[in-house]
């Protein structure tokens, strides 16, 4: 599918259709079962032209599993749940709980992981902040056994319907999508910006859009650690949107006439 979106922002990288299939896309890329691995890595192979597909054994981190759409995998962390919400905020150190745990794995672990698991990666002020983010994470299970990132360009739509696109753009191009969001409605409030992971602001906040009557897109990619992962491959200059796939067919159709052919845009897409 030829994006006339993709196409006024002038993107070299590849907008990424996520689709729930029963299908594995053949000679896709995929996680080796039970390896650790985080979902960014691959949505950064996608955006450079590659499929990829994950299912409930190839996910490749507990909150990647959930940004997915495959449940509550933070249940399958090590050490449970409980230990999730210390690793995500102040640590398992001072919890007894938590040290044992830490001395079980700590020969099965890199260094850097146990390090994080003791010390918290801090991103919520406590245990508590965690649990609250959870139960409110718009956990699901998804119907079918695969979600495959696509390039879109590389979608059928006679075969396919994607359930969201991510545009992995620089600020003028979020910019645009941002103005491009509200163009044809008249409410304004058309895009959100949730607290997540990388891949959940791709995936489940996107999904709870798309089944929504007044859908939004989703910024992402504020995730730090995210950040980090994929800054080798695709610089530190990005974000995504995130649409679902009915919004995105609206902005589609409000491309021609809009701000696109003014001279503002024209402006900064020089500057791009």
Known sequence: MESKIAKALK??????????????????????EGKWGCVMWLFANAVKGKIVVFDRNTYGCWGGGVGLGFGNT????VGGIECFYYFLSSGNKEWEIGKNVAEQIKPHVTKEFYEEFLEGERYLKTPEHVKKFVEQLPIIEIPTKYVIFKPLK??????EEPIVIV???NPPQLSALVVLASY??????????????????MGIYAYREAKSDFQ???IGLTDLSARTHVKKQL???????????????????????????????QYLIKEI
């Open 216 to 218: 939004r897109a989703v």
């Open 184 to 201: 044809g409605r008249e409410s304004f409030e058309n895009v959100i910006v949730p607290w997540g992971a990388g891949c959940q602001t």
């Open 11 to 32: 993107m070299e990288l590849n907008p990424v259709a996520i689709i729930w299939s029963d299908k594995r896309p053949e000679n896709a890329l995929q996680f080796k």
């Open 167 to 169: 545009f992995p753009v």
């Open 154 to 159: 590389e979608v059928n739509l006679d075969e």
């Open 235 to 265: 610089g530190d200059n990005l974000l995504t949107f995130t649409v679902p796939f009915k919004m995105f067919l609206e902005m589609e159709e409000n491309v021609e006439g809009s701000f696109f052919e003014r001279n503002v845009w």
């Open 74 to 77: 933070y249940l399958d962390m």
